[in-house]
């Protein structure tokens, strides 16, 4: 049971370059979620997948877009890199029954130059 | 909107010290609240998370309460240790299931 993965871990982009952010969760979970984390802030929001087929904007959207592929996997697209883009981003995954509990991957440290 | 504030930014105690870290909230209308620990350059550690129905929730040294009236969570560390070292976030996931976070509290506990 790996929990959420992501991959890469580190990446470096040159502005206008595009990629995309994979996440996976093996824990049977309906929502799944991207946030990002800059220096001395919390977590914000991207964008969210309440279940399988469904996606909804988060608090800072522009310049990204996802896809919920299946039940396991969420991934996350950078069409155009930007500077402003630079942040470590983070996956996450809930289930809809008990506690809500979020679990989180380790993490991807993006740097756009 | 929601808006979770968290106090102090950082703090420095010296090893031993029992402390207390804050956490606020706007808006009352949350399904629970979570606190987290956060090593540098790490993912998210879940510590604990209270249910909007419950009044604080205890694991080892640490004691996390909510009073949801008053938007108010705290997260109790006994005997603080060098290794509690972390920045700790706290989260509220409001009514469409989504975890709204603070900036967090950097805490260092000195030996």
């Known amino acids: 049971n790996a929990g959420v993965t992501q991959t890469p871990k580190f990446q470096v982009l040159k502005t206008g370059q595009s990629m995309t952010l994979q996440c996976a969760q093996d824990m049977n979970h309906n929502s799944m979620y991207w946030y990002r984390q800059d220096p001395g802030m919390g977590l914000r929001l991207i964008y969210y997948?309440?279940?399988?087929?469904?996606?909804d904007k988060g608090e800072v959207p522009n310049g990204y877009n996802v896809s919920r592929l299946n039940k396991r996997e969420f991934s996350l697209r950078l069409e155009s890199a930007a500077p402003s883009q630079t942040s470590v981003y983070f996956c996450a995954s809930t289930s809809m029954e008990r506690t809500y509990e979020q679990y989180f991957g380790p993490g991807t440290r993006l740097t756009v130059t | 909107k929601q808006e979770v504030t968290q106090i102090p930014a950082a703090l420095s105690v010296p090893e031993g010290e029992n402390l207390v870290l804050n956490c606020s909230f706007t808006d009352s209308a949350i399904y629970n609240l979570q606190w987290f620990r956060q090593d540098p350059g790490k993912g998210l550690t879940s510590l604990l998370l209270?249910?909007?129905?419950?009044r604080e929730q205890t694991s080892g040294r640490l004691n996390a309460s909510l009073d949801k009236s008053s938007g108010r969570s705290t997260l109790y560390i006994a005997a603080s240790q060098p290794g509690d070292s972390a920045t700790y976030l706290c989260?509220?996931?409001?009514?469409?299931?989504?975890?709204?976070f603070g900036s967090g509290t950097r805490l260092l506990v000195r030996p």
């Open positions: 997948s309440a279940s399988e087929g469904t996606t």
């Open positions: 989260a509220v996931m409001d009514s469409s299931y989504k975890l709204i």
């Open positions: 209270i249910q909007s129905s419950q």
